[in-house]
Every structure is written in C-alpha cells, then in structure tokens.
C-alpha cells in the first residue's frame, strides 16, 4: 500500500467500530488523524493507542458549526486538509410503525445532516488547495433494501447519492469521493438501536448470510486501498458485491428475497419474546 505519509485526517465516529478501525489504518500508513466522536472519552481511547499520530477532539456531528470548527482547527494548523471521513452514523431497527418522529428525525440528523455537514466544512478546503478525498459510510442498506430498518435503508440511500453526485463534480478540482457499502462488520452498531424485539445481529449476519460479520479493521484497510485506487463505490465482503449485483439485474426477485427475509425476521423475533 502507498503511504498516507504527511496526510491530514478526521475521522467522525472515531470512538468504536469502524471509525476507530479506520483511525488504526491511518496511523499506521503513515497519516496524521484526529479522531472525533459525540463521546469524548471514546475519541481519547481511540487516540491514546495510536500514539503521536492521533489527537481527539469531541465533535457533535449535528452541529454545522463544530463540524467547519473542526476543519478550519486542521487548516490552520497544518494548512491543509487530504482526507475527510464522514463515518458517524446510528441505526433503529424494528417494524417501521415504531418508530416516533423524534427517532426518524435523530437519524435524519446524524446520518444525513452530519455528513453533509462534513461535505460542506471539508469540500470548500479541498477545491481551493486543489486536491483532497472524501470518505462516507454508507452501507449495503444504501444499495439494496429491506424493511425493519427502513429509516437506516433511506439515510444510506441519500448518503450514497450524495456521493456519486458529489464525485461527478469533484474529479474536475482534483477531489476524489468514495463511498463505502458494507454489509454486517463488525461493531457495536449490531447490538444498537432495538425497537419491539428486533435482533441486529441476526438480522444483518442473517442478511449478509454470513455466520461472522466482517472485521472492521479489514474494512479500513480495504477503504485506504480503495482511496489509492479512486473508486466511487466499495463493497464488502465478497458476498455483498455479489448481492448488490444480483439486486441491479433482477430487484423483482430482490424484493421477493426481501418480503421473505423480513417474514423469516419476524419469525424469530416472535420465537425469542
């Protein structure tokens, strides 16, 4: 792998799972990281392991004006910023009926606003000095679809939209966009976000059909090589790229596959109470 060497990162959701994987694969090619999260003190553990590459700072992703604080702080520093990884995101899971207004609005908020919070305090930096990369965390719910997490499913749509949309612009300024579709990695975010009896782990293991989810570390190093290699899109593992194929040539039995998956969900959510 090239070196990130002399590189400048931020890293949101750098507190666990992939954000923290990635913070890892930064360091360790070489690249200066600031490892932020909503949870100060999980940002610091995150920073602490990774020695003089990494500092952290507590950064609410919400807030547009912390977000551009945060880019303008590296800036000024360092005068320049090469890479912004827009990874901060939550999950409900369970029937969409559940859901209150003030939890579509939480995810609206983080999983949508937050990233193009990162896009509008980063993207700006990048044109003016003429090159950068921008990272967002999308998901395999943001290329293919199925209920019980159908606020998750539309955030990772737009996210991956954004992307695509935003990289057609950027390549003209020397700015490369990537979105990165994952399908179960992983993280704490198996175990989150439980609505009326909903089981994350077997859903998206279950979805993925995969025994054991993805490591997140692998999927860091996977981003950085796909950074190298300017792609639009990454998806892991194998068996995603493999479903994301089979969804584009043929969603009628996609959404046949994924009426099923979810009456099969529902079985074992009903066995479990």
Known sequence: MTSFGGMQAIVTGAGSGIGAALCRALAGAGADVVCTDIDADAAERTATALGDRARSARLDVTDAAAVQAAVDEVVSREGKLDLMFNNAGIVWGGDTELLTLDQWNAIIDVNIRGVVHGVAAS????????????????????????????SYVMTKHGIVGLSLALRSEAAAHGVGVLAVCPSAIETPLLEKGAIGGFDGRNYFLQGARSKAAYPADRLAQDTLKAIEKNKALLVKPRAAHAQWLFARLAPLAMQRASIGFIASQRAHQAKAR
């Open 123 to 150: 993207y700006p930096q990048m044109i003016k000095q003429g090159h950068g990369h921008i990272v967002n965390t999308a998901s395999m719910a943001g290329l293919t679809a199925a209920g019980q997490i159908t």
